[in-house]
Nanobody
Framework: EVQLVESGGGLVQAGESLRLSCAASGFAFDDYVIGWFRQAPGKEREGVSCISRSDGSTYYADSVKGRFTISSDNTKKTVYLQMNSLKAEDTAVYYC?????????????????WGQGTQVTVSS
């Protein structure tokens, strides 16, 4: 059974940093895609970042480019999202997700497995 568990959310002030973790289990971690999404109240879930082990590619939404960095520790089967220079508009519940396929996408419907989410709140 595929399981994804996020951690690392919290309350910070604008300009500060947080690092989110997504611990994965139940699937081979030698060829994976993990995406990060976020959903703010009253808004649709949006793709934030994605990493593909098969070709090493990464993806970032324009709104987070230059501020967020996705990385992985394959020995720990964990994907991280380092979030710097946080803004109030980054406030949301952040989810990690994995598809059965092997391509990064910012389209939530392409993902089959989801974590429970972790709250990030940035005060201005």
């Amino acid at each position: 059974e595929v399981q994804l568990v996020e951690s690392g959310g919290g309350l910070v002030q604008a300009g500060e940093s947080l690092r989110l973790s997504c611990a994965a289990s139940g699937f081979a971690f030698d060829d994976y895609v993990i995406g990060w999404f976020r959903q703010a109240p009253g808004k649709e879930r949006e793709g934030v970042s994605c990493i593909s082990r098969s070709d090493g590619s990464t993806y970032y939404a324009d709104s987070v480019k230059g501020r967020f960095t996705i990385s992985s520790d394959n020995t720990k089967k964990t994907v991280y999202l380092q979030m710097n220079s946080l803004k109030a508009e980054d406030t949301a519940v952040y989810y990690c997700a994995a598809p059965d396929g092997h391509l990064c996408s910012d389209y939530a419907a392409m993902y089959d497995y989801w974590g429970q989410g972790t709250q990030v709140t940035v005060s201005s």
